[in-house]
């Protein structure tokens, strides 16, 4: 058994899958016209269909939604393309973007299935997610079993090698104590897994809604000594 203490290296890793508990809906309105005014009346009525839409949402008493947005309407206008050259008339186009973050997420699918039936009305994605104090638990939750990753690997490493106590000298995030050696890992980050059949299902008219978990993984590094 070795005499002097023994210094032993290692890094820790975990990760975890945690169910959404936000969505947000992406959405977009866009149209052409031969005229500027038709493209734009168009838009303008679609958008003000869908701020109605949203807006009634906000007056049930679930209050699903958690915040919206609406941009302005732009305006652009653009030539055709003519194999020959030629010149074509100017056609014209209006857009706009926004987004819906519900709270309620049973709310989505109907929501989805409403905003879609608008004239020039379209769904970009869905974007699940975690409030910012479900995401701070989560991480901190991962980094811990990743800190634990790391003294259960140095613990055997030093069961190995015949010594009976371990001591943390050193703990930090990747690339701290070997800097430029562990390229491949970082902080505590957010990935979307496709959910599993077992996760809820959020249905509505035959439109079926299955959310994203959310991977969180953490990364350490760690130095022990061992007696």
């Known amino acids: 058994m070795p005499t002097n203490p023994i210094a032993i290296t290692v890094t820790g890793h975990a990760e975890r899958s945690f169910a959404p508990n936000r969505c947000v809906v992406h959405l977009n309105i866009a149209f052409d016209g031969t005229t500027r005014a038709e493209a734009a009346d168009a838009s303008s009525k679609s958008a003000a269909t869908l701020t109605q839409l949203i807006r009634s949402l906000d007056r049930t008493p679930a209050r699903p939604v958690r915040r919206w947005s609406l941009d302005q309407i732009q305006h652009t206008r653009y030539r055709p393309y003519h194999p020959q050259g030629k010149k074509l008339p100017w056609n014209y186009r209006s857009t706009a973007t926004g987004s819906v973050t519900f709270r309620d997420l049973g709310s989505v699918a109907t929501f989805v299935d409403q905003a ?16 910012r104090k479900s995401h701070a638990e989560a991480v901190s939750g991962v980094r811990g079993l990743a800190v634990h990753d790391a003294l259960t690997k140095a613990e ?7 010594c009976t106590r371990i001591e943390a000298v050193a703990l930090a995030d990747p690339g701290m104590l070997n800097a430029g050696q562990r390229p ?3 902080q505590p980050v957010v990935r979307a897994l496709a959910a599993s059949a077992a996760e809820q299902v959020h249905e509505h008219e035959g439109l079926a809604l299955k959310p994203e978990r959310l991977r969180v993984t953490a990364d350490v590094e760690a130095r022990f000594e061992a007696y």
């Open 116 to 131: 879609s039936a608008i004239d020039g009305v379209g769904v970009g994605r869905l974007e699940w997610k975690l409030t």
């Open 184 to 186: 491949d890992v970082g």
């Open 156 to 162: 055997d490493y030093g069961r190995r090698l015949g």
